[in-house]
T-cell receptor, first 114, second 109 residues
């Protein structure tokens, strides 16, 4: 069964550094998402991406964050000037066309900011 | 009112029990509804979509009540492996997806 893959599984970074989290969505999917889950808290929507542009973003997704689809397969989340509070699990998801299609999640990147 | 609200639990039930979870949502324009399960420190995994007429998948039954703006999940004949956090997920129109905080279920032998 096709799946969403994320790398790395764990990223440890010094505060103030930039990180890039990578995702390979399911190949025929057209809609891509990033979520964040701080330990012990709920899954929070960050951004959705369709047709090579951001379709919606949350108030969390400020100028510190950016997304890119650099080629036909990868989907990346860049976090600049990382802060301690950026420590969380970051999940990528993708879905097929059609309003009622569910999203399929990668197994996440654990980001630890020191 | 929270956009998507769930009873956090925990629900502690014996094997074989029937357990039900509810979830309410605030945006009447919401269009798609799902139940996911999440094991500790893992990604959310789709359990089932929720259709207007209600739907069943083995031991799991999902219902949608648009008038009262809630969805439900019923688990029959609980197994130890059903222990997890169950997430109510609502597509509020457009591309934004809202997760509930989840309901924790513990099934004990």
């Amino acid at each position: 069964e096709p799946e969403v893959t994320q790398t790395p599984s764990h990223q440890v970074t010094q505060m103030g550094q930039e990180v890039i989290l990578r995702c390979v969505p399911i190949s025929n999917h057209l809609y891509f998402y990033w979520y964040r889950q701080i330990l012990g808290q709920k899954v929070e929507f960050l951004v959705s991406f369709y047709n090579n542009e951001i379709s919606e973003k949350s108030e969390i997704f400020d100028d510190q964050f950016s997304v890119e689809r650099p080629d036909g397969s990868n989907f990346t989340l860049k976090i600049r000037s990382t802060k301690l509070e950026d420590s969380a699990m970051y999940f990528c998801a993708s879905r097929d066309r059609g309003q009622g299609q569910p999203q399929h999640f990668g197994d996440g990147t654990r980001l630890s900011i020191l | 009112r929270k956009e998507v609200e769930q009873d956090p639990g925990p629900f502690n039930v014996p094997e074989g029990a029937t357990v039900a979870f509810n979830c309410t949502y605030s945006n009447s324009a919401s269009q798609s509804f799902f139940w996911y399960r999440q094991d500790c420190r893992k990604e959310p995994k789709l359990l089932m979509s929720v259709y207007s007429s209600g739907n069943e998948d083995g031991r799991f039954t999902a219902q949608l009540n648009r008038a009262s703006q809630y969805i439900s999940l019923l688990i029959r004949d609980s197994k130890l492996s059903d222990s997890a956090t169950y997430l109510c997920v609502v597509n509020a129109g457009g591309f934004k997806t809202i997760f509930g905080a989840g309901t924790r279920l513990f099934v004990k032998a």
